[in-house]
């Protein structure tokens, strides 16, 4: 059963056809309540008609004998006195039930007792209202039936109040209530399975993207070419968008998987270079000891180090690990980043600048910062903490060197990227550092551009929510 109803459209087929069967169900039970009911109106109206007929000629006087009652098949009477003699029956009524006075055969001067009749009798001679209907059972010639009665009251020319029963047959009510019934017992079918077909044939058809999007995606799983995409169709409803959603996260899937590679290709050739460096000075000192460069090597092994801390700090950052949510002191942060650096000088124009972070993430922020305004400077570096408005620290690290140019502004936070080709490695470095700076800031919600310094250099300014 579950493989039966596993796909959307065996259950929107299912979901459909039971929605369609509970309303065609209501519906239908109310056609036949309604008919029924109009039909017992119907013959409520008739037999009202055939006992104020009959009443009237009793109230004129007509003798008992000679009321000329109607068929007993289609309109069976009986008039019976306050006593419950029965003064005058159809012929051909053999039972009757439901009147409260069952008796079929007149009974001349019978007499019982009186019965306790709250209807105001009408005067002599005078025709009474419909006092009462209901429903029961006749037989005529010996074969039953089901009628609606009702009740009139008259005064007959001796002064004495009569009551007459007059039924309407209920065969032809039962007759249509058990055609119309029949009738939806055989189209209802045909209408559920008309509307099941419909249902699954529109779903099949709007559903057949999903399977193309399903087949395609399966494809590039299994080549592992994310350089595809799957197929968007024409229409503007959720399935377009869906696939539009699909081609944009595998776009941006290719694109992490593209720069997981160029990370990787990047960090093995910068590895390569202080690891054949460091090779190299061991195999000499290996073969002539007093040929051994012991500080080129700590050099090489101080860089190295720093290059693996730089691509296991991009591994987390790229894992999407999240900063701690501590206060940090931007001002004591920066000014224990600037201690010890010559060309470095703090300018605090506020106090109690704090965000929420991790320190150490921060910290290294500002020192790649420094590192790199140090770098390029001739004479001085700036770093200046302030808040700007209730909403934002910011940090601006300025230095007077040559500065960045302006289509390079973007480029520098890209991972491996050195401006100055002519540079040597171990002056410029691996290219990490900015990048670094930046997804850190993004990760605790801030920003980090570049821009031109008063004084002609690089200007980096480094934003983040206030805590």
């Given at each position: 059963?579950?493989?039966?109803?596993?796909?959307?459209r065996?259950?929107?087929?299912?979901?459909?056809?039971?929605v369609?069967a509970?309303?065609?169900?209501?519906?239908?039970?109310?056609?036949?309540?309604?008919?029924?009911g109009n039909?017992?109106?119907?013959?409520d109206?008739?037999a009202d008609?055939?006992?104020?007929?009959?009443?009237?000629?009793i109230?004129?006087?007509?003798p008992y004998a000679?009321?000329?009652l109607?068929?007993?098949?289609?309109n069976?009477?009986?008039?019976?006195?306050?006593?419950?003699?029965?003064?005058a029956v159809?012929e051909?009524?053999?039972?009757?039930s439901?009147?409260?006075?069952?008796?079929?055969t007149?009974?001349?001067?019978?007499?019982?007792?009186?019965d306790d009749?709250?209807?105001?009798?009408?005067?002599?001679?005078?025709?009474?209202?419909?006092v009462?209907?209901?429903?029961?059972?006749?037989t005529?010639?010996g074969e039953g039936?089901?009628?609606?009665?009702?009740?009139?009251?008259?005064?007959?020319?001796?002064d004495e109040?009569?009551?007459?029963?007059?039924?309407?047959?209920?065969?032809?009510?039962q007759?249509?209530?058990?055609t119309?019934?029949?009738?939806?017992?055989?189209?209802?079918p045909?209408?559920?399975a008309?509307?099941?077909?419909v249902?699954?044939?529109?779903?099949?058809?709007?559903?057949?993207p999903?399977?193309?999007?399903?087949?395609?995606?399966?494809?590039?799983?299994?080549?592992?070419?994310?350089?595809?995409r799957?197929?968007?169709?024409?229409t503007?409803?959720?399935v377009?968008?869906?696939a539009?959603?699909t081609?944009?996260?595998?776009?941006?899937?290719?694109a992490?998987?593209?720069r997981?590679?160029?990370?990787?290709?990047?960090a093995?050739?910068e590895?390569?270079?202080?690891?054949a460096?460091?090779r190299?000075?061991?195999?000499?000192a290996?073969?002539?000891?007093?040929?051994?460069?012991l500080?080129?090597a700590?050099?090489?092994?101080?860089?190295l180090?720093?290059?693996a801390?730089?691509?296991?700090?991009l591994a987390?950052?790229d894992?999407?690990?999240?900063?701690?949510?501590?206060?940090?002191?931007l001002v004591?942060?920066?000014?224990e980043?600037?201690a010890?650096?010559?060309?470095?000088a703090?300018?605090?124009?506020a106090?109690?600048v704090?965000?929420a972070?991790?320190?150490?993430q921060?910290?290294?922020?500002?020192?790649?910062?420094?590192?790199n305004a140090?770098?390029h400077a001739r004479?001085?570096?700036?770093?200046?903490?302030c808040?700007?408005?209730?909403?934002?620290a910011?940090?601006?690290?300025?230095?007077?060197?040559?500065?960045?140019?302006?289509?390079?502004?973007?480029r520098i936070?890209?991972?491996?990227v050195r401006?100055?080709?002519?540079?040597?490695?171990?002056?410029?470095?691996?290219?990490?550092?900015?990048?670094?700076?930046?997804?850190?800031a993004?990760r605790?919600g801030g920003?980090?551009?570049?821009?031109a310094?008063?004084?002609?250099g690089a200007?980096?300014?480094?934003?983040?929510?206030l805590?």
């Amino acid at each position: 059963m579950r493989r039966l109803f596993g796909s959307v459209r065996a259950r929107a087929t299912l979901g459909a056809t039971l929605v369609v069967a509970v309303a065609l169900v209501a519906a239908g039970a109310a056609v036949l309540l309604s008919l029924r009911g109009n039909l017992e109106g119907r013959a409520d109206s008739e037999a009202d008609g055939v006992a104020r007929r009959i009443a009237s000629r009793i109230a004129a006087g007509t003798p008992y004998a000679d009321l000329d009652l109607p068929d007993a098949d289609d309109n069976p009477v009986q008039v019976v006195d306050e006593n419950g003699r029965v003064l005058a029956v159809s012929e051909g009524l053999e039972a009757i039930s439901g009147t409260g006075a069952p008796g079929v055969t007149p009974v001349p001067g019978a007499g019982t007792e009186p019965d306790d009749d709250e209807e105001e009798s009408p005067e002599p001679g005078e025709l009474g209202d419909i006092v009462w209907h209901g429903q029961g059972t006749a037989t005529v010639e010996g074969e039953g039936g089901t009628y609606r009665f009702a009740a009139a009251q008259a005064t007959d020319g001796r002064d004495e109040t009569v009551r007459v029963y007059a039924g309407a047959s209920l065969a032809a009510q039962q007759d249509a209530v058990r055609t119309a019934a029949g009738a939806m017992l055989i189209g209802f079918p045909l209408l559920l399975a008309v509307v099941g077909s419909v249902t699954w044939l529109v779903t099949r058809r709007a559903l057949r993207p999903v399977e193309g999007i399903r087949r395609e995606m399966a494809e590039i799983t299994a080549s592992e070419d994310l350089s595809r995409r799957v197929p968007e169709p024409g229409t503007h409803d959720e399935v377009a968008r869906l696939a539009r959603t699909t081609n944009e996260t595998l776009a941006a899937l290719e694109a992490s998987v593209e720069r997981q590679r160029r990370f990787v290709a990047d960090a093995s050739h910068e590895l390569r270079s202080p690891i054949a460096s460091l090779r190299t000075q061991l195999e000499v000192a290996a073969a002539h000891p007093e040929l051994l460069d012991l500080d080129g090597a700590v050099e090489d092994t101080v860089r190295l180090q720093r290059l693996a801390a730089d691509l296991l700090l991009l591994a987390r950052l790229d894992a999407g690990e999240r900063p701690a949510g501590t206060r940090v002191d931007l001002v004591a942060l920066a000014r224990e980043e600037a201690a010890g650096r010559a060309l470095v000088a703090v300018d605090a124009r506020a106090t109690g600048v704090e965000v929420a972070g991790s320190r150490g993430q921060l910290g290294r922020v500002l020192a790649n910062l420094l590192d790199n305004a140090e770098r390029h400077a001739r004479s001085a570096v700036t770093v200046t903490v302030c808040r700007e408005g209730d909403r934002a620290a910011v940090v601006r690290v300025a230095d007077d060197g040559n500065g960045v140019p302006e289509g390079e502004r973007e480029r520098i936070f890209e991972r491996f990227v050195r401006l100055d080709d002519a540079r040597s490695r171990d002056e410029g470095g691996a290219g990490l550092g900015l990048a670094i700076a930046r997804d850190v800031a993004v990760r605790h919600g801030g920003t980090l551009t570049a821009g031109a310094a008063p004084a002609g250099g690089a200007l980096f300014e480094l934003r983040l929510p206030l805590a």
